[in-house]
Structures are given as structure tokens and as C-alpha cells.
């Protein structure tokens, strides 16, 4: 990378500079909106989350089912070809204990998150926060189960498992 050794074209510009009127400006009200399209496989994972089950594709050539579910199987590079519904249990795959939210603010009892396995899919997972379990008695291995919201208050949402909790 070649080093600059004269300073880029035009006059800098200060935070203070603006604060102070040095420069021109516009303030503008916004209305910014926007739209997410979940996408075919991911819009109905989501759908069933609010019913309470989990839903996967399967994969008839690699014999496989894949939670989250795919519309294509990216070992055999062709579409999916069925909807599977899977069980709300599984198995922990790892799992990890955080003292940094996600706002990176500090707390006294860690956040468990774990990759879990659910039964009926193939290997991956969901990861996931785990509940009801103290840090010292979590193991790779360990069987869980969906702790779900309830009916009225879910959303189409990861959310809608509050958490997984020990079988």
C-alpha cells in the first residue's frame, strides 16, 4: 500500500466547525420505511414458530432435513423437496455463558446460549438461549425442550421459543 505524503484535496471539516455554523447544512424531517422479505423457506419457519412447531425441508437426494429450513440444499446444489415438521426438542451441540448483553452492558447471572440440535433434523442447529438450568449443570449432550411463548403474545418470531430448558 503505497503511503500518502500530501493531504487529500479540499478544506476539513470539524464536528466543532458544524456545531458552530462554519458549514452549511439542511436538516430534512425523514420518514425512512422499509420492508424485509423472509423468503419462501425462512417466511414459513416463521409462520409455524407462531404456532408452536418447527418446520424443516427435507432433501431427498442427501437424505436430510434441514432446520432453519432451505429452499435449495447446498451439499447436492438442487431444490428441496418437502416440508418436514420436526420436533420442539433437541440436543445441546456447545453452548457458551455470556456476561456482555448485546448492548455490550455488563450483568451479575450470564446469558446461556447453546446450538441445539433439534430431533427429527439433520445435524446443525438452532442457536438458542437455554433457561431454567444453571451454568454448572449445562453439558455438551444435554437433552432440551422449547419453552414457548404463549399463544396470544407470539409473533412469527425466533422469540416466539423463549428459550430451550432441560428434559
Known amino acids: 500500500m503505497r503511503e500518502r505524503t500530501s493531504p487529500l484535496p479540499g478544506t476539513p471539516l470539524s464536528d466543532a466547525a458544524v456545531h458552530r455554523g462554519d458549514a452549511l447544512t439542511q ?21 409455524e414458530l407462531k404456532n408452536g412447531r418447527i418446520i424443516g425441508r427435507r432433501c431427498e437426494r442427501c437424505q436430510r432435513v434441514l432446520v432453519p429450513p432451505r429452499m435449495f440444499c ?6 428441496t423437496d418437502a416440508w418436514q415438521y420436526v420436533e420442539d426438542s433437541g440436543t445441546i ?12 452492558s455488563r450483568v451479575a447471572e450470564p446469558i446461556l446460549v447453546a446450538v441445539i440440535e433439534i430431533d427429527g433434523a439433520s445435524s446443525g442447529g438452532l442457536m ?3 433457561g431454567e438450568v444453571k451454568p454448572e449443570d449445562l453439558r455438551i449432550g444435554m437433552k432440551v425442550k422449547a419453552a414457548w411463548a404463549l399463544p396470544e403474545v407470539r409473533q412469527g418470531s425466533i422469540l416466539d421459543i423463549r428459550y430451550f430448558k432441560p428434559l
Open 128 to 130: 438458542h438461549l437455554l
Open 93 to 104: 451441540n456447545t453452548y457458551s455463558e455470556s456476561y456482555i448483553r448485546w448492548d455490550v
Open 27 to 47: 436538516q430534512w424531517p425523514t420518514s425512512l420505511r422499509y420492508a424485509w422479505d423472509t423468503g419462501v423457506a425462512m417466511g414459513r419457519f416463521l409462520r
Open 74 to 79: 447446498e451439499r447436492c446444489f438442487r431444490p
